[in-house]
């Protein structure tokens, strides 16, 4: 999570939230906080309608684990603070629960594949099909340049 969606969370000024990570630095290793570099910055701000205004900020935002998150709620010493960081540790725990029953219910089907290719195998392809399913192919906006005449006959 970036620090100014914290700290609205947390119920400070990214500023406060700012100059309490850096007076407790040694409580964030690079696996808790990083600070984008300024290609992640223009990604965010591309991706993210409510971060718009980080276009024109000077310093490019922190971003903070969900261990970066819990750890904020005990160098900032608020009740809303630690209220906040359990409803952002019961989140991310969710996260890692859906992502671990997609991947658990992934090597299922390739364990059944490999069992019953044979019988199943136009039923084990469909759910393929449904797990990886592509990315629609984007349409090109404008208009295609078209050779003239004597372009051709070159």
Do not use: W
């Not at 407790?24 to 990083?34: L, Q, S, T, V, W």
């Not at 209220?83 to 364990?111: D, G, M, P, Y």
């Amino acid at each position: 999570m970036i620090d100014r969606d914290l700290a609205g969370l947390y119920g400070v000024e990214t500023k406060r939230l700012n100059e309490q990570v850096k007076r407790n630095i040694d409580r964030f290793p690079a696996d808790f906080m990083f600070q984008l570099t300024d290609k992640e910055k223009e990604e965010v701000v591309a991706n993210c309608d409510h971060l718009n205004s980080l276009k024109f900020a000077k310093t490019n935002p922190y971003a903070f684990t969900e261990h970066g998150a819990v750890m904020l709620a005990s160098v900032l010493n608020s009740e809303q603070a630690v209220q906040t960081s359990i409803l952002v540790v019961k989140v991310f725990v969710e996260l890692r629960k859906s992502l671990v029953s997609h991947e658990e219910l992934t090597r299922k089907i390739i364990a059944l594949e490999l069992k019953y290719n044979k019988s199943f195998s136009v039923v084990f392809q469909a759910l393929k099909e449904l797990i990886d399913q592509p990315k629609p192919e984007r349409r090109r906006i404008g208009f295609i340049k078209q050779k003239d005449d004597n372009e051709e006959k070159k």
